[in-house]
């Protein structure tokens, strides 16, 4: 199974913007049409769980966790330079779903 969540960010920030829609795609890789991710099964069962998962154990305890005090400043530094890059890009696609 493969999961993907689109989400608007709020600017200059790693949180994404609740206030606007979440575009869901959930493909199982065990079928023809999910291997070619033909088939978006977002609504089952299993994307459900796979969504929870994500949103409510991954995201809060593991990819939000603080890092380490020595690698803070990079940390935030590369947050401001990917954000620069999206405000100097002429790229529609990440413009519009950087800034929401």
């Known amino acids: 199974m ?3 969540f689109y989400h608007h ?4 920030t790693t949180d994404w913007n609740v206030d606007l829609p979440a575009e869901r795609e959930y493909y199982n890789y065990g079928t023809e049409l999910g291997k070619m991710e033909r088939q978006n099964s977002a609504g089952t069962q ?5 969504e929870n998962f ?3 154990t991954a995201i809060p305890q593991q ?6 005090t020595k690698y803070q400043a990079a940390q935030q530094r590369s947050l401001q330079e990917y954000w620069n ?3 100097s890009t002429d790229a529609k696609a990440i413009a519009s779903t950087a800034f929401a």
Request: net charge positive; no cysteine.
């Open 2 to 4: 493969q999961s993907h």
């Open 9 to 12: 960010w709020k600017q200059n």
């Open 46 to 50: 299993a994307a459900q769980n796979a």
């Open 54 to 56: 994500l949103f409510s």
């Open 63 to 68: 990819l939000k966790r603080p890092l380490p």
């Open 85 to 87: 890059y999206v405000k």
